[in-house]
């Protein structure tokens, strides 16, 4: 496998793509979602409390700080930072849906209530893991790229002493 | 090191993947079954589901509900909680455990409960013989996916109709009579009973008729249980007791003491009925003897829910018990002596005499009954 360890130039393509995507998922299909139940299905108002609030509210700077993690290399520091700062607001996303959810059904005599604790505890594991690769991303590609700019110096230095 | 980290990442997006389709299609499962479906998911008994059966003081009740799992996985850990409340007081609660209800499968769970007699207080029992009541069934239903991926709690009411041991019983006032037999006068009353299917065997039932004098009758009646019956209740009724109850509309109460078993108590069932007197208020006023003539104005309602058809009799005695006069007017020549229900009956009954009386003995005969009312007047 190929592995480029170039530092490459801000990709604006990726962060916008990155951030669509993201909104997309968050914001638009939570927002729509609950639309559309609503519309078919007017008992379940009581499910959603201020869901689509914090989709909005949160979501929207998770897609914002998904496009920036994009934007930058692996390896900058940048990345890093916006890496971990999407995956602790991704986290307070998912709790703050999972708690404005009340999440049941209630029919004339029956009364449904639900919790879904293990899914919630394997998301933030996941989310958990992601920020772990991104503080392992930057510390194997900055000392590929300080180790690279090292040998671009050794060189130039080289070619200047023999000029 | 690179290598390694995107192991890790790959790694991370099937991990990614397992959860977004361990939560879809757990969430799926769910909404597809009990969310949109929770009659399917969860069948209540319906009336006819539930059997009464009665053994010596305790009623039982069977009856069952199933679960089913349509979903991809199984349910486990399966509580269920019942409350069964009537007449505002707990009568049961229970608490069953599921190992679990496989996936495409259903499971009947059984409900029995049952009531004892001797637990119950009087106001309990009463509810329970006579009267419609429901029995709540308060049911908390809890259950997992495997790995507590998704729990939920269902919590749902469900009712079962009683319908009462005597479910109907009903003494036919309105087409009550009193007539006239070889045994003496009898009040018969029609009655109606219907007791719980369930039922069996015969009940007694005592029967205690009380007026404004006081008790009037007793009697006894033997009745099928389990079916619906009908007949007529005759209580033999005294010579004073008669004519109370033909002259002097009143509150009649009846008593019915009633035994469905030899484990059972007496159950107390009573019943009142505004009486209506065929000669209600009957008057015999003024009463004179004048020019060769004797005369009395007589009055009276009849009171009773049916025609009355009158036959009049007048004998005229002289101070030494010697039969003087006579006279009869019967309903069939004077249709005045033909009664609706509630109307009032006035006359003056006339009869000319040739010796002078000392009193009158005047029997009223109801028609339809046989039955003969006398009243002894003094002439002046």
């Known amino acids: 496998m190929f592995i480029s360890v170039e530092r490459v130039e ?21 927002y729509f979602g609950i639309y559309y139940l609503l519309n078919n ?14 989709a909005v509210i949160i979501g929207t700077p998770v897609a914002i700080l998904a496009g920036l993690t994009a934007y930058f290399s692996k390896g900058d520091i940048y990345r890093l930072i916006f890496g971990l700062s999407r995956v602790g607001l991704t986290i307070l996303y998912v709790f703050m849906i999972y708690k404005s959810l009340n ?13 879904i604790p293990t899914i919630i505890i394997l998301l933030i594991i996941g989310f958990s893991l992601k920020g772990i690769y991104y503080f392992l991303e930057y510390k194997i590609y900055s000392k590929k790229y300080e180790r690279h700019n090292d040998k671009i110096d050794e060189n130039e230095f080289e070619k200047s002493s023999y000029y | 090191m690179v290598k390694k980290l995107e192991t890790f990442r790959i790694g991370l997006g099937v991990y990614s993947i397992i959860v977004i389709l361990l939560l879809s299609s757990s969430v799926y499962s769910f909404v597809s079954g009990p969310v949109m479906n929770p009659e399917e998911f969860i069948q209540v008994p319906e009336v006819e589901d539930v059997e009464w059966t009665i053994e010596g003081s305790t009623i039982y009740v069977d009856t069952s509900l199933t679960i089913s799992n349509s979903g991809f996985f199984d349910f486990n850990n399966i509580e269920l909680d019942f409350n069964m409340v009537a007449m505002n007081s707990s009568l049961m609660r229970k608490t069953k455990v599921i190992e679990k209800v496989p996936s495409g499968e259903s499971v009947e769970v059984p409900l029995n409960f049952s009531i004892d007699y001797n637990d119950l207080t009087e106001e309990e029992i009463e509810t329970l013989v006579f009267n419609q009541t429901m029995f709540d069934i308060t049911a908390s239903f809890s259950a997992e996916y495997p790995f507590s991926i998704m729990k939920f709690n269902l919590n749902f009411i469900d009712e079962i109709p009683w319908d009462g041991l005597i479910q109907e019983m009903d003494l036919k006032y309105e087409e009550a009579q009193i007539e006239d037999t070889e045994n003496g006068d009898i009040l018969s009353v029609p009655y109606e009973i219907q007791t719980a299917d369930f039922l069996s065997g015969d009940a007694v039932i005592e029967l205690i008729v009380e007026g404004e004098k006081g008790e009037y009758s007793t009697s006894e009646i033997t009745i099928p249980l389990g079916r619906y019956h009908s007949d007529d209740i005759t209580f033999n009724i005294g010579e004073n007791e008669i004519e109370e109850l033909l002259t002097n509309s009143q509150l009649l109460t009846v008593t019915a003491n009633i035994q469905l078993n030899e484990n059972f108590d007496f159950f107390e069932y009573i019943t009142t009925y505004d009486w209506g007197a065929p000669f209600n208020d009957l008057t015999l006023d003024n009463i004179r003897y004048y020019a060769g003539r004797a005369e009395g104005d007589l009055s009276f309602i009849n009171d009773s829910p049916q025609k009355l058809r009158m036959n009049l009799d007048i004998y005229i005695y002289d101070d030494s018990d010697n039969l003087i006069e006579s006279k009869s007017i019967s309903y069939t020549n004077d249709p005045t002596y033909i009664l609706e229900p509630g109307e009032e009956f006035q006359d003056t009954i006339s009869i000319q005499l040739d010796q002078i009386p000392e009193y009158a003995v005047i029997d009223f005969t109801e028609v339809n009954s046989g039955i003969t009312y006398r009243e002894v007047v003094s002439v002046y």
Do not use: H, S
């Open chain 1, 103 to 115: 999440i049941g059904w209630q029919e004339e005599d029956i009364f449904l209530q639900i919790t």
């Open chain 1, 41 to 54: 299905y007017p008992k379940m108002d009581f499910i959603f409390e201020n869901t689509v609030f914090y």
């Open chain 1, 10 to 30: 801000g990709n604006y393509v990726k962060a916008v793509l990155f951030f669509f995507v993201y909104f997309l998922f968050l914001v638009i299909f939570v």
